[in-house]
């Protein structure tokens, strides 16, 4: 059985950092591509990141390019993404998401979400 | 790049069928056929219930389709039930510029 736990979040000042993990169990975590999907409260879904399998290709949404970084560490099974310069609109359950681009599937397994603050 | 359009709402009586839609541009819909729709109940991380345009994943059920025209694809629900009350939002790739940009999302209602 897939499984994806988030892990990270919680309440930070404008302007500060915070690092959201995603352990990955139940299929070979580096043969996929991974994404970082978000959702302000009560608000719609938005792409966040992509991240090919070994990690040499990554993408950004304009909203986060330059404040924030994935990464991934197939020996661990786990995907991250730290986030400096936070703001209040970064605010955000932040779910990791199995993709397959090739199908058009952004995710085809989710996480639970990690849910950030940001707020003073 | 601006969010793919969807109605807010849709509803229907069960046994029904209702389509939502989501309309893109010749940059993402319309270029590529590579649109999946996601289904979210509240408080649950979304689900995939149609990648590529029309295919379903192993498991969902086949009262669900989709399809695509032009720069809107589209989501159909057949017969209806009180399970299919979530939020649904479709998602197109756009390009290595700007890579995916998901749906305005809708909200399905099961009168």
């Known amino acids: 059985e897939v499984q994806l736990v988030e892990s990270g979040g919680g309440l930070v000042q404008p302007g500060g950092s915070l690092r959201l993990s995603c352990a990955a169990s139940?299929?070979?975590?580096?043969?996929?591509?991974m994404n970082w999907v978000r959702q302000a409260p009560g608000k719609g879904l938005e792409w966040v990141s992509y991240?090919?399998?070994?990690?040499?290709?990554?993408y950004y949404a304009d909203s986060v390019k330059g404040r924030f970084t994935i990464s991934r560490d197939n020996a661990k099974n786990s995907l991250y993404l730290q986030m400096n310069s936070l703001r209040a609109e970064d605010t955000a359950v932040y779910y990791c998401a199995r993709a397959e681009s090739d199908r058009g599937a952004v995710g085809v397994d989710w996480g639970q979400g990690t849910l950030v603050t940001v707020s003073s | 790049q601006s969010a793919l359009t969807q109605p807010a709402s849709v509803s229907g009586s069960p046994g029904q069928s209702i389509t939502i839609s989501c309309t893109g541009t010749s940059s993402d819909v319309g270029s590529y056929n590579l649109v999946s729709w996601y289904q979210q109940h509240p408080g649950k991380a979304p689900k995939l219930m149609i990648y590529?345009?029309?295919k379903r994943p192993s498991g969902v059920s086949n009262r669900f389709s989709g399809s695509k025209s032009g720069n809107t694809a589209s989501l159909t629900i057949s017969g209806l039930q009180a399970e299919d009350e979530a939020d649904y939002y479709c998602?197109?790739?756009?390009?290595?510029?700007?890579?995916?940009?998901f749906g305005t999302g809708t909200k399905v209602t099961v009168l």
């Open positions: 590529e345009g029309s």
């Open positions: 991240i090919s399998s070994s990690g040499s290709t990554i």
């Open positions: 998602c197109s790739y756009a390009g290595s510029s700007t890579f995916y940009v």
């Open positions: 139940g299929f070979t975590f580096s043969s996929y591509e």
